[in-house]
């Protein structure tokens, strides 16, 4: 055998091992409530990934027949992904209140079942793309109840800031889950032969500047003026800086994780045609910024941090920029001239 040949690694860290070695470096303070919690997700996550890969064979691909809440037509992997998220957290009896993008009301955990967290899920964010194959993926959040709560709608309606944990699952040539619970942001891989989340990007640090700008151009004639200087001033930079290179898939999953792991900036405003932005806060916007930050970058809607935004409703949306430090901080000079 040649010398140089390397054996593969025999310590594998799985994410069940990451999460309960975080546990336990908590000591005594720790219940294992989030642990479990967080092994429920993992498994929903292996089971979306298996039914996205086999959606063409298993007739999974196309429209269920019925819109969600958001108004948009609802395909049959959507649901069925909703359904598998909603009965493993329920039956993990950690969670007392659901919300899901798919559902208009919140899911209040029946008394038998229910736990001290809530979590709040996009079951699969992108799923206009399932058709194309383009890379969808799953993103959650998690709360705990409020003190001497039993689990409410005021439970989830909490600054982002007080999130424990967030993260997301992206399906496509791999399922890649990207966790955080407060502790930094670790990413790991599906390995389908262990049936394992094996960590690969741990500490994941997103650069301080990226190259890469990543937003909706053909929603350009409906943008505010902050936001169309700024892309002006990274498209033609002067004192010749190079240009940044423009890279858009359209899910949200698949943009944010190239910009966690090669910088630049993300996205979504608010504009004259949606006048509160299309992403949603509680799902979307939050577990995001929360990963944003805990990687080193910064989230914000132009004007406020995201993190620090108090819900009013569990569907309510908000504008979304986030990404490396430097390019947001760029970006946010354009709101303070207005």
Do not use: W
């Not at 399932?130 to 109840?145: C, E, P, R, S």
């Not at 970058?297 to 620090?308: F, K, Y």
């Amino acid at each position: 055998m040649a010398e140089d040949t390397q054996m593969p690694s025999t310590d594998i860290v799985t994410l069940t091992r990451h999460i309960l070695a975080q546990q336990i470096r908590l000591g005594p303070a720790a219940t294992g409530d989030l642990t479990l919690l967080l092994n429920a997700i993992q498994v929903t996550s292996k089971f979306i990934a298996t039914n996205v890969r086999k959606a063409r064979l298993i007739n999974l691909v196309g429209l269920a027949g019925e819109t969600n809440v958001q108004g948009e037509e609802q395909k049959k992997l959507d649901v069925l992904s909703n359904d598998i998220m909603v009965n493993a957290l329920r039956a993990s009896g950690k969670t007392a209140v659901l919300v899901s993008e798919e559902l208009d009301e919140a899911i209040i955990i029946e008394k038998r079942l229910r736990g001290k967290y809530c979590v709040v899920f996009d079951p699969l964010d992108g799923s206009s793309n399932i058709d194309a194959g383009v890379n969808i993926g799953t993103i959650f959040g998690i709360y705990k109840l409020k003190e001497g709560s039993e689990g409410t709608i005021n439970d989830v309606l909490q600054p982002g800031k007080d999130m424990v944990a967030a993260g997301y699952t992206m399906y496509g040539s791999s399922a890649n889950l990207v966790l955080t619970t407060g502790q930094g942001v670790n990413g790991y891989t599906l390995d389908n032969a262990l049936g394992e989340f094996i960590l690969t990007h741990p500490d994941i640090k997103i650069p301080q500047r990226g190259k890469i700008y990543s937003f909706n151009e053909g929603n350009s004639m409906y943008f505010h003026e902050p936001v169309i200087k700024y892309l002006e001033s990274i498209k033609y930079p002067k004192s010749g800086k190079a240009p940044y290179s423009a890279r858009y898939i359209g899910s949200m999953v698949a943009d944010v994780h190239r910009t966690l792991l090669y910088g630049g900036i993300f996205g979504y405003p608010n504009d004259k045609k949606t006048k509160t932005g299309k992403l949603r806060l509680l799902y979307e916007a939050f577990p995001m910024a929360m990963l944003t930050e805990q990687a080193g970058g910064v989230a914000t809607t132009g004007t406020q941090r995201i993190l620090d935004i108090v819900p009013t409703e569990i569907h309510q949306r908000c504008p979304v920029f986030l990404g490396s430090k430097e390019d947001v901080e760029d970006l946010k000079a354009f709101y303070k001239e207005e």
